[in-house]
Structure formats: structure tokens, C-alpha cells
């Protein structure tokens, strides 16, 4: 299971967010393509592991990331609330929600820092990128170090300070840096495959705060540390 969650995570490494008026709020849309390194890793199993498309769903403090995951948990939904310092981890044929502190990584951050003159037009915006690489201490995870490049658009703004206990992906560090939502991603997650994530799609909208109501999930909640 605790392989499940890191997996998971990786996704979430994917993205980041924001809310209204000053700080970003709504949704964004993206599109996921994957290149395996190794022969017995098929694309169609990364794609069924960790899907090709991922919906967020940002407050200012907290946000929800569903990715359409077709393996035997079925689509898969994380939860991060960074106003109560937990993530809940959702699995569609699961009888069980997954809680942990959003304040604890278990990989460790080898670099990060923004590159220069190095930008992509993504719907129609001018985006600088910034590099973010880890390393993963976990002996249960199959990877070994997670190198990334994160294009991110300064016109949609994230809270620092909201985000600054976020160890979790360390998103607390790429936050500091970007103050921005990310919105192409490029991470090579050694030795296994590479994936691509670019957003299509950006909708600035109120999110419902129902949205992040965990007993409307009917599930038994497990703590883990």
C-alpha cells in the first residue's frame, strides 16, 4: 500500500496550484504522455498506473488532483489540505481512505533553481521553467531519483505562506520559487520512464468547498505516519 501512495505522490508531483482574487482559483486540465526506459514497463501499463489525464481543483489552501487511473483501484483522487496539514489519499474501489501529514517527504531535494532564457508559449502565455530534482530514500519505491523540469505561469498566483509546510513533493521549495502555478512538466523518473504533463485547459472558477468534504466518501479513514 505504501508503494500505492508513493505512486500516487508521483502524480502529484506533476502539479501544483492556487485561489480567487489575489491567488488563483478554479480548474486545470492535463494531458499526461509517458516513455518507458525499461522493455518489461509498456507505455499502456503507465498509462493504466497513473493515467494520462489529471483534473485540479485549486483553493488558496488546499487543492484536489484526480487522475483517470484504470488499474485495480480504479481512478485514484488526492486531497491536500494545507490549512489542516493532511493529505487524504482516495482509491474509486477501495473501501479505505489513506491520511498522512503533508508536512513529511521521504524523498530528499538534491536541487532547485530556475533556468534562464529557458521558456514554452503554453495557451498562449509566456512560461519560464525552473528545475526541481529529488532523490528517493524509500527502499519499497522502485525509483531512484526524480529529475524535473517545471514550466510554470506567473499570471496564475499561489500563496507562499500557505504553502510553506508542504514538504510533501516539496512542493514548499517549488512554490517559493515559482509563486505560480505550474503548467508543463517534464520529469524523468529513473530508471523506469519519463512523462510529459501539460495543461490544456485552464478555467478560473469558485470551487465548493463540498468538494474537499471527506465523509462524502462513505470510506473508513486509516492514519499512517
Known amino acids: ?8 505522490l508521483l502524480i502529484s508531483t ?4 492556487a485561489q480567487s482574487q489575489e491567488y488563483f482559483e478554479g480548474e486545470v486540465h492535463f494531458k499526461i504522455e509517458y516513455e518507458p526506459f525499461l522493455e518489461n514497463v509498456p507505455k499502456e501499463l503507465l498509462v493504466q498506473e497513473f493515467g494520462d489525464t489529471l483534473i485540479g481543483y485549486v483553493q488558496e489552501k488546499r487543492y484536489i ?8 483501484s480504479g481512478e485514484q483522487t488526492l486531497i491536500m489540505l494545507m490549512d489542516e496539514n493532511l493529505i487524504y489519499f482516495v482509491q474509486e474501489k477501495s473501501d479505505t481512505i489513506y491520511r498522512y501529514p503533508i508536512d513529511k517527504a521521504e ?3 538534491l536541487d532547485i533553481h530556475k533556468i534562464k532564457d529557458d521558456t514554452k ?7 519560464p521553467a525552473l528545475i526541481l530534482n529529488t532523490k528517493n530514500n524509500n527502499p519499497e519505491t522502485p525509483f531512484t531519483v526524480s529529475l524535473g523540469k517545471y514550466y510554470y505561469n506567473p499570471k496564475y498566483k499561489l500563496n507562499k505562506k500557505a504553502y ?15 509563486g505560480a502555478i505550474s503548467v508543463r512538466n517534464e520529469i524523468r523518473n529513473e530508471p523506469i520512464y519519463k512523462s510529459v504533463m501539460e495543461a490544456f485547459l485552464i478555467v478560473p472558477k469558485e470551487i465548493p468547498d463540498e468538494l474537499f468534504d471527506i465523509t462524502e466518501y462513505n470510506k473508513t479513514i486509516i492514519d499512517l505516519e
Open 1 to 8: 500500500m505504501k508503494l500505492t501512495i508513493l505512486l500516487a
Open 14 to 17: 506533476l502539479y501544483v496550484p
Open 65 to 72: 488532483m484526480k487522475s483517470n487511473t484504470s488499474g485495480a
Open 107 to 109: 524523498d530528499e531535494l
Open 121 to 127: 508559449i503554453i495557451l498562449g502565455d509566456v512560461c
Open 164 to 178: 510553506q509546510n508542504h514538504y510533501s513533493g516539496h512542493w514548499n521549495s517549488f512554490v517559493n520559487e515559482s
